[in-house]
């Protein structure tokens, strides 16, 4: 028995691609300028704080500064919708 003879039909045929525009390997940072929520300042390059701390990656320094902003209004956008997914609004 070969090792896949438990699958009755071919899962996928071909190769998927993958894409990812705010993923890549150029360093530590992937490119980019990032908020530091601890530091409160932009970043960029190596000079990054941990991780844990960044919010990003972001295409400009102006767009990073208004990154607490940019998430706000994100999280207020996903919560309406997910109020309108369950019903809780008409």
């Given amino acids: 028995m070969e ?5 009755p039909e071919s899962v996928a045929d071909g190769r998927f691609e ?3 525009d705010g993923m890549n390997d ?3 940072g992937g490119g980019g300028y990032f908020w530091c929520l601890r530091d409160s300042r932009v970043e960029t390059g190596d000079d990054l704080c941990p991780a844990q701390y960044r919010l990003g990656p972001y295409a400009t320094a102006d ?4 990154a607490l902003e940019i998430v706000e209004k994100r999280n207020a956008e996903w919560d309406a919708e997910d109020a ?3 019903g ?3």
């Fill in 63 to 66: 767009e990073a500064t208004r």
């Fill in 26 to 28: 150029s360093g530590p």
């Fill in 3 to 7: 090792i896949w003879d438990f699958l």
């Fill in 84 to 86: 309108r997914w369950t």
């Fill in 18 to 20: 993958v894409h990812s």
């Fill in 88 to 90: 809780e609004v008409s």
